[in-house]
C-alpha cells in the first residue's frame, strides 16, 4: 500500500516576522494572543488598524461561540500569535466566520499550528472539530528563543507520543478492535521516523537552537498533517498518554502544559506495556522536560487519581481501544514509573 500523500501546512522561518505580518494581515483583524505577549504585540501593531485583541483563555465551546458571534466590528482576518490555546481560539474564529487565519506560534510546545483541528472543551471533555488551514505559519527564531525555555521543550511531548501511541495502535489491532484504521506498518514506520529524528537532535531542542526549533517544528508539521491525511487517523500520534492527560485535565479542570502532561503520561503508559520505558525516558529527560509533579505544581496524589481513572474516562468517552483498557494501573506500574523519574541513573546520555 502506497503512504497517503501528507501535504502540510506551509511554514516560513525567519526573524521580524511578526512586524511583517502587521503589513500583511488584511486589516481590521483579530489578533488572538495571551496577556503576556500584549506588550509585544502592541509594540509591533502599533497605530496600525486592528480591530481587536482578545486574550485566549478558554477553549470552552461556549465561550468560542460566543467569542465567534460577537465579535465587536468587521474583522477581515484573524492573527494568532502564541501558544496552543491561542492557536486554537484563532482557528475556532477563522472556521466559523469563513476569515483567512494567520498563525505565529511564540513557542514549541505543541502541534497546534499545524492541525485543522481544534482542540474544544465540551462540558471538560476535549473534543477535536473543525476546519482551518492557515495562509502561512510564521516560525520566528528571536519570537520563539523569548519563550520560557521549559514552553518550547514541551514540544516534544506530541512527537515522542508515538512510542506509546504506536503500541496501542498495533495492541488494539491484534485484538480485532481497531475497525476504522487497522495497523499500517509503512505509516507506522513513517511516524517512527519522525520519531527518531527529533530524538537525534534532542540536545539541540534542549537548548532551543534554531536546529532544535526547526527539527521539532517539522516534526508538528508532520504529525498536525497526518492526522487528517491518513482519513482523520489519531492513532500514529495518541494513544493513552493523551487519555491521561484528558483524565487529569478533566477532574482538576486546570490548564496544563500538553507536552509536559503528555511526557509523564508517556513514562507511565511506556511502564504500563512494558514498551521499552527507560529508553524513552532518556529522551524525555535529555530534552529537559519538567514533569515531576512538583515541578507542574500538581500533587502526586492528584496524579495517581488521574492515572486510576483514565480507563473509566476512555471508556465513557468512547476513546480507542489502547492498553489502559486491558491492564490495570497498579501500585506496582506506579512504583516503576515513579522510580525511573527519580532516578538520577540516566542524567547523561
Ligand atoms: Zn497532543
Redesign the pocket.
Known sequence: MPLPENPMFHVVYGRNLLRSLAETANPPYLIVTMPELLSMVKEEFEERNIGYVHFALSLDINDLENLAENLPQQINSVIGIGGGRALDVAKYVAWRKNLPLFQLPTATS??AAFTHRIAVRIEGVVKYIGWAIPQVVYIDFDIIKRAPPHLNRAGV??VF?IHTALYDWKLATERSMEKLWPWDPELAEEARKVLQTVRNYVDEIANVTETGIRILTEAHRWTGAVYHNAGWNPRPI?GCE?FFYYTLEYITRKAYI?GEI?CLGILFMSVLQDNDPEDIWRSIKAAKVRIKPEEIGEEWSTIEKALKLTRKYAIDNKLFYTTIHEREITDEIIKKAKDLLYSSQYSSV
Do not use: A, I, K, L
Open positions: 505543541t502541534n511531548g506530541d507520543c495518541e493523551h500538553h503528555v
